[in-house]
Structures are given as C-alpha cells and as structure tokens.
C-alpha cells in the first residue's frame, strides 16, 4: 500500500489526478465533515431532547446501519448500470434529505424513515465513489486512494469539531448544518462531476447469490464476524451515552472520536504491516477481536463508579472512556483490514461484489439486532449488563475466527500464507 503523504505533499499530489478525482476527494472530506457532526451526537439528542429509551435509540441506529450495510450490493450493481456519477449525486441528495428529517422529526416513524434515508444515500455513494476513482485513475489507484483516504480522516477530524460547536445552539443547527453540507455537494457534483458510464454488468446477481451460499467456509466466517460491527457501532451508541452521564461538558464526546481518530491516522498502517509480516490472517482478526472485546472490560469499574461531581473523579472517569475507546479502535484497526481482504478471497472478481453486499446484510442485521440488545442493557441498573453483552459478544467472534483458523475453514488470499 502507497503511504499516504501530508501537508503540501498531498495537496501536490491530488493536484496530479484528473479534476473528476479531484471533486471525490475533496466531496469526501464533506462526507464524512457532515457525517461526523451528526452521528455522533445523534445518541445524545435522541435520549436527553426527545428522551427516547436506549432501546428504541439502539434501533434507530442500528436501522441506519443495517440500510447502508445491508444495500451496499444495490448500490454497486445500481454504479455499475446506470454509471456511478448519477448514483453518487442520488446518494448525497438522499442523505441531505435524510439529515433534514432528522432536525425536524420527533415522532418514532419519522426518525426511522430518516436512518433509513441516510443509511440508502451511504450505500449508494460508498461503493460508486471507489468504482468511479478506480475507472479514472487506472494506472495510480493506490496513490488515488491513498488521498482519498487521507481526506476522508480529515473530515472525520473536522466533523466532530464542527458539531461541537454548534451543538451550543442546539442539536437542530447541527442536523441542519449537516443537510446543507450534503446538499451543496449534491450541486457541486450536479454541475461539475463529468458522467463515467460503464459498461452493464451480466446478469448473474441471482447466480451469485447461489454460488456465496453454497460456500460453507464463507458462511461460517460471516457468522463468526458478528460480533465486529456490534462493537464497532458502539462508538456512537454506548460511548457517547456514557460521556453524558460523566460530565456535561459536550465537548467530551469530540475528545473521544477526536482521540480514535488521531490514533488512527498515526498507527493504522504501522499495525497493519506488523501483524501482517508476523501472523496469520486468522490470528489478527482474532486478536482484534479480544481487543474489541476487552475494551469494555475498562468500561465496568466507569458504569459501577458514581463520579458525582468531583472534578478528579470526573477527569477520572472520562480518562476510562477514552483508553476503553482507544482500545476498541485499535481491535478495529487490526481486524478490519484482514476482514476485508478475506472477504474477496472467498471467490472471484465476478462475485466480490455479491460476497460484500451479502456480509454486509449479515453485519447489518446483527447491528440492528445488537444494538437494541445492548442499548436495553445499558439501561439495567448501572449499565454493566450491556457491557458485559459486548464482552461476551467479541470473546465469542474471537474464539469463532480461532477455531475456524484452527480448522482450516478461513479463505487464504493470494500469496498468503494461512
């Protein structure tokens, strides 16, 4: 993989590609800007301003979740027929419109119509910006993505900064700030995005289908993942709870995504080589997996404690979170990447889309499932027995990976030893 470059290097570098490669990186970075000042706040305003239960505000995220995840299939086989320009532009309409609904709406069906709307915008943009980079950048894809992927952190930095702020108004001015990011990029896009049509795909979807299902391995792989984005979504769900209950201090929750991201951007590549020249694929999805899992055995003694109104139990608590979110982030970080090169490996190039689309469904319904499971159990007394659904969750995907490496039953990438 192409390091990624910074400051002037970077700008010189994006510079370098074609104006069409330009506007996607840079529509990135506005992607995920509106999308982190929104997200992860969404927890907090659904419970305190509307004061939804945990429950029902686990569903609405999870739903959002499994939208996006779930019909990442409909989104790329949608690019790859009508050409990822017009999918793009529906995708970032759609999620402005979602957001909108979202600083409007108070009732339990509008919030759910708009993570529905956000979560389809997201499966429709995510895979036609990749194909769209991929086809007009075909000799230096991996530097293009390389930019990408730096802007994208960028806005993941910026978004939770900027929402802070204006969550001082109120959580409406966020929501709405987010919907005119997104719609000003529907315009830019409309206006500047030169059309990229390719060629219609054959029609093997259901073929497809078949040939992923028949897949023993693959399926059992699925099932055992399921504990990763149960986790992983808790970054907006149990995280950002748990800061308003320590302190009232709203800039808490950007000293946590802040501090996610920031390690992320320093370390991701570093312990991706590592564990890649010393382990097997098996072996770091399930160490990460324990990480992930571990990271909410730091969260008991912060659900147990009361910290009152101490202002050294306070910074006390507050540190908790934030080293139970570093380590949740650094399970991700070393599973995740092997995840996602074993998924492919599961077939060939004419059904990788199908092997995505259908882990994400997988993932998505767990999510949903999870998350209104754990939200429920956060609820309970002091909040330790949706901790303690999240350990036994991630020990569980952990010893699952484990064993099917044990067996043999884990794909093994081109020229990977397993």
């Known amino acids: ?21 330009q506007l996607l990186v840079l529509n990135q970075y ?18 305190g301003n509307l004061g939804l239960s945990l429950t029902i505000t686990g569903l609405v995220l999870g739903i959002r979740t499994l939208s996006q995840q779930g019909l990442f299939l ?7 027929r009508l050409g990822p320009h017009r999918v793009i532009i529906a995708g970032c309409a759609l999620r402005s419109v979602g957001f909108a609904v979202f600083a409007f709406g108070t009732s339990v069906p509008l919030l759910l119509l708009a993570s529905i709307l956000s979560g389809l915008a997201g499966a429709l943009f995510n895979p036609a910006v990749r194909s769209y980079i991929a086809v007009a950048e075909p000799r230096r894809r991996a530097e293009a993505f390389a930019v990408f992927n730096v802007f994208a952190q960028a806005g993941a930095l910026s978004g939770p900064l900027i929402g802070t702020a204006l969550l001082a108004v109120d959580f409406r001015t966020v929501a709405l700030a987010a919907a005119v990011i997104f719609a000003a990029l529907t315009a ?12 219609p795909a054959e029609s ?7 040939v992923v299902l028949a897949d023993r391995r693959f399926v059992l792989f699925t099932l055992a993942m399921f504990g990763m984005f149960v986790l992983q979504t808790q970054m907006y769900l149990v995280y950002p709870v748990l800061a308003g209950r320590i302190t009232e201090w709203a800039g808490a ?6 501090s996610t991201t920031v390690f992320s951007l320093l370390f991701q590549v570093r312990i991706t080589r590592w564990f890649a020249g010393r382990t097997s694929r098996g072996t770091a999805i399930a160490v990460g997996l324990a990480l992930m899992s571990g990271a909410f055995v730091v969260l008991l003694p912060v659900l147990w404690a009361d910290p009152g109104r101490v202002v050294w139990q306070v910074v006390l608590a507050l540190g908790a979170l934030v080293l139970s979110a570093l380590i949740l982030e650094s399970g991700i970080m070393i599973a995740q990447p092997f995840v996602m090169e074993l998924i492919p490996a599961y077939g060939d190039s004419r059904i990788s889309g199908t092997l995505f689309g259908m882990f994400y469904l997988v993932s998505g319904v767990v ?3 999870g998350n209104a499971l754990i939200g429920y159990g956060i609820e309970l007394g002091n909040g330790w027995p949706g901790a303690l659904v999240c350990i036994t969750l991630g020990a569980a995907s952990a010893a699952g990976i484990w064993l099917l490496q044990c067996r043999r039953l884990l794909a093994e990438p081109a020229g990977v030893k397993a």
């Open 204 to 210: 093997t979807v259901l073929r497809g289908w078949g």
């Open 367 to 369: 999510a949903a499932g």
């Open 1 to 21: 993989m192409t390091e990624t470059h910074s400051g002037a290097g970077t700008l010189a570098l994006l510079r370098s590609f074609p104006r069409s490669v």
């Open 188 to 199: 830019a896009q409309l206006r500047l995005l030169p059309a990229h049509p390719v060629k």
């Open 74 to 80: 409909v989104g790329g086989t949608a690019a790859d």
């Open 253 to 258: 929750v950007a000293v946590l995504f802040l």
């Open 30 to 47: 506005g992607v995920n800007t509106g999308f982190y000042m929104l997200v992860p706040y969404l927890s907090m305003h659904l419970t």
